[in-house]
C-alpha cells in the first residue's frame, strides 16, 4: 500500500540529491519521475492517480526552481570571490625557460584594470628599465580586457640570465607582485628527455598553488571557476559543478592536487584527435553551437548521412557535461530511421506530453550496442521482441542509462 510518506520520502531524496553542487537536473529528474510514476501506478482509480501525478510533478518543479536560485547564489560567489582584496601572486611557466625560447607568466588577484601590465626585467633592474618587454594582461601591446586572472605569453628571444617578472596595477609603476627566475643557456650536449623530466611536478605545484586562492591546500568550487577562466575555459556555475564532479575522484567535494594534475592534462576543448564529423553532423565547440540543425534532414535520406554510431562515436570525444549537452541539443529534431528489437518496454512518462504520447510506451534497444529507447504512440501495439522499423527524431542522450532517447515520427 502507498502512502504519503512514501512521496515525501521521494521529495526530500531529490531535494537532497540536488543539494550536490554537481547535480544534473537533466539526468536526475527522469529517476525520480519513473520513481514517482511507480508509486502513482499502485494508487486506486485514474482520478486519484492523476490528481497524485499533478501535485508530485508540482512539488518536483518547485524544488528545481530553489535549485536554480541556488546556482545564481554560487554564481555571485565566484563574482564576489574574484573582487576579494588577496594579495597578487605570479609565476613562469616554465619555471626556468631555455634561451630563446617563449614562456608563460601567470597571474592572481591582479587589480583588473585594462591597463595593468606586466613587465620582463633584467634582475634588480628600476621599474622604468623594462625595454620593450612587457605585455597588458589582456595579451598584448594593446588595451584590452581588464583580468584578474589569467596567462600572459611572451615571445621567443631572451638571453641566458637572470630575471625579474612583476605585475602592476595600471599603467604606472604600482607594483601588485613579483617572482624572479632564470633563463637557461642552451646546452647541445645535454640530452632534452633530461630537461623535460626534472621539473613537471614543480611547476605543476606552482600552478596548484596560484589557484588555491587561500592556501587550504585544495581548490573549492569557488576557485574552480576562476581557474577555468584564467584557463580561457567560459564556463557556467553548473559546468564548474560537473567538471568538479568528474575530478574528484575522492568525492570530498573540492580538488586535491593529484586531482588537479587530471584536470590539467584533460582535453577541456573536446578536441584531442577526435574522428573527422561524420557528413551531416556540424562541429560543436563551447562557443560556437548553433540554436538549431541548418537544414531539415529529408526523413527518407537522414539516416544515409548521420548514424547513430556517427553520433555517440563524436559525443565521447567531447570532455565537458555543457560539450555533450549542446551536442545533442544541436541534433535536437534530426531525424533517424532504422530497425529496432524491443527488449523492454516502460511506460511513456515526462512533462508536457502530447496526447499522442501520454500513456504509451517507450521500447528499448540497442543499435550497434548502443542503447536506445523510442517513445511510441499510445495507438501502437507492440510486442516484446518485436523487430520495428523507426522513423524517429532525437530528443536527448540519457547519460545515466546511456541511451539515446527518441521519438516516433
Known amino acids: 500500500m502507498v502512502s504519503e510518506s512514501d512521496f515525501i520520502a521521494a521529495f526530500q531524496a531529490y531535494h537532497d540529491a540536488l543539494e550536490d553542487p554537481a547535480a544534473q537536473i537533466d539526468t536526475i529528474r527522469p529517476l525520480v519521475n519513473d520513481h514517482l510514476e511507480q508509486l502513482i501506478a499502485r494508487l486506486p482509480g485514474a482520478v486519484v492517480q492523476n490528481a497524485a501525478r499533478e501535485r508530485a510533478m508540482s512539488e518536483l518543479d518547485r524544488i528545481e526552481e530553489m535549485t536554480k536560485e541556488k546556482v545564481v547564489e554560487v554564481a555571485d560567489q565566484i563574482s564576489t570571490t ?7 601572486r605570479i ?38 628599465e623594462h625595454g620593450t618587454n612587457w605585455l597588458y594582461v589582456g595579451g598584448s601591446r594593446e588595451i584590452g580586457d581588464g583580468k584578474i586572472s589569467g596567462r600572459v605569453i611572451f615571445p621567443e628571444g631572451r638571453d641566458a640570465g637572470d630575471y625579474d617578472a612583476r605585475l602592476f596595477r595600471n599603467n ?8 624572479s627566475f632564470s633563463i637557461s643557456p642552451t646546452d647541445p650536449e645535454e640530452p632534452e628527455l633530461e630537461v623535460l623530466e626534472e621539473e613537471p611536478s614543480d611547476k605543476m605545484r606552482d600552478a596548484f598553488n596560484l589557484f588555491d586562492r587561500d592556501g587550504n591546500g ?67 565547440d ?28 563524436h559525443l565521447d570525444t567531447l570532455k565537458l557535461f555543457g560539450a555533450k549537452r549542446r551536442f545533442i541539443e544541436s541534433l535536437r529534431d534530426q531525424v533517424f530511421d532504422f530497425t529496432m528489437r524491443v527488449d523492454k518496454m516502460e511506460k511513456t512518462i515526462g512533462i508536457g ?13 540497442a543499435i550497434d550496442d548502443i542503447g536506445v529507447g523510442v517513445r511510441m504512440p499510445n495507438t501502437m501495439e507492440l510486442t516484446l521482441g518485436q523487430e520495428v522499423y523507426v522513423e524517429a527524431k532525437l530528443l536527448e542522450y540519457r547519460s545515466v542509462v546511456k541511451r539515446f532517447e527518441f521519438e516516433q515520427l
Open 82 to 88: 574574484q573582487g576579494e582584496d588577496l594579495p597578487s
Open 91 to 128: 609565476f613562469i611557466e616554465p619555471g626556468n625557460p631555455d634561451a630563446g625560447a617563449s614562456f608563460t607568466v601567470f597571474f592572481a588577484d591582479a587589480s583588473g584594470d585594462s591597463t595593468a601590465w606586466i613587465g620582463i626585467y633584467p634582475a634588480g633592474a628600476p621599474h622604468g
Open 172 to 179: 604606472g609603476h604600482e607594483l601588485m607582485a613579483t617572482t
Open 218 to 284: 585544495v581548490i573549492d568550487i569557488g576557485e574552480l571557476g576562476l581557474m577555468m577562466n584564467a584557463l580561457g575555459e567560459s564556463m557556467s556555475p553548473e559546468e564548474v559543478g560537473n567538471l568538479l564532479a568528474e575530478a574528484d575522484a575522492d568525492g570530498d567535494g573540492v580538488i586535491n592536487f593529484e586531482e588537479f594534475k587530471v584536470i590539467m592534462t584533460m582535453d577541456l576543448s573536446g578536441s584531442k584527435t577526435p574522428p573527422p564529423l561524420p557528413s551531416g553532423i556540424e562541429d560543436v
Open 286 to 313: 563551447e562557443e560556437n553551437v548553433p540554436d538549431e540543425p541548418e537544414q531539415e534532414p529529408e526523413p527518407s535520406t537522414s539516416s544515409n548521412s548521420v548514424s547513430i554510431a556517427d553520433v555517440a562515436t
Open 353 to 365: 506530453l502530447s496526447d499522442e504520447f501520454r500513456g504509451g510506451n517507450t521500447c528499448i534497444g
